[in-house]
């Protein structure tokens, strides 16, 4: 199974909102609503932050939400703040009991 | 919430082996599914596989069918992860991480990560 496809890298300014596309193929993301999201800081393992395509773990920030047309998922981030700064990585079930994942989008706050 | 630790870093020769143990403390052991998550330098992520240590089954990866065995002993909560035929490219942060009953991308707790680092 290919990764799925993340644009290498995103910014944008405090305060404003971004979405991170997440491109699969009619075998995964297109076939199943069972996309996740991971928030990963430097040096530290990744965290839920989205599954189910978009629903949110207990307790965290309704600024991150998640959606899905097609073969493509998105994560959009409202109101960007500083601490949003970090990798992003999305994740899917696949055909043939597996799971895949995006090669990551490095977020800058500018 | 699961705790989890994973044994220290490795230092290994192409063609060799190596094992690295996770040992899950807090919730409840059978409740869950291991499942192993592997990081290459500035790279992405990678799942490997997983083990339902109630049922002691285990699901692989394709591309890792043959190379990966994972195996849990429920009378110490930990699970191991043994990949064997060692490349350079196989030089990753392995992590384990708990997920659901169903296959699904969900894992809710990760343990430190284990540096593996394949060099002749």
């Known amino acids: 199974q290919s990764a799925l496809t993340q644009p290498a890298s995103v910014s944008a300014s405090p305060g404003q909102s971004i979405t991170i596309s997440c491109t699969g193929t009619?075998?995964?993301?297109?076939?199943?609503?069972?996309v996740s999201w991971y928030q990963q800081f430097p040096g530290k393992a990744p965290k839920l932050i989205i599954f189910?395509?978009?629903k949110r773990p207990p307790g965290f920030s309704n600024r991150f939400s998640g959606s899905k047309s097609g073969n493509t998922a998105s994560l959009t981030i409202s109101g960007l703040q500083a601490e949003d700064e970090a990798d992003y990585y999305c994740?899917?079930?696949?055909?043939?009991?597996?799971?895949?994942f995006g090669g990551g989008s490095r977020l800058t706050v500018l | 919430q699961v705790q989890l630790v994973q044994s220290g870093a490795e230092v290994k020769k192409p063609g060799s082996s190596v094992k690295v143990s996770c040992k899950a403390s807090?919730?409840?052991?059978?409740?869950?599914?291991i499942n192993w998550v592997r990081q290459a330098p500035g790279q992405g992520l990678e799942w490997l596989g997983r083990?339902?240590?109630?049922?002691?089954?285990?699901n692989y990866a394709q591309m890792f069918q043959g190379r990966v065995t994972i195996s849990a002993d429920t009378s110490t909560t930990t699970v191991y992860m043994e990949l064997s035929g060692l490349k350079s490219d196989d030089t990753a942060i392995y992590y384990c991480?708990?997920?659901?009953?169903?296959?699904?991308?969900?894992?809710?707790?990760w343990g430190q990560g284990t540096l593996v680092t394949v060099s002749s």
């Open positions: 991480a708990t997920g659901g009953w169903q296959l699904l991308p969900n894992f809710d707790d």
């Open positions: 807090g919730g409840t052991f059978n409740s869950y599914t």
């Open positions: 083990t339902t240590p109630i049922l002691d089954t285990t």
């Open positions: 009619s075998s995964d993301i297109g076939a199943y609503n069972f």
């Open positions: 189910d395509v978009n």
């Open positions: 994740s899917s079930y696949s055909r043939g009991d597996t799971l895949i």
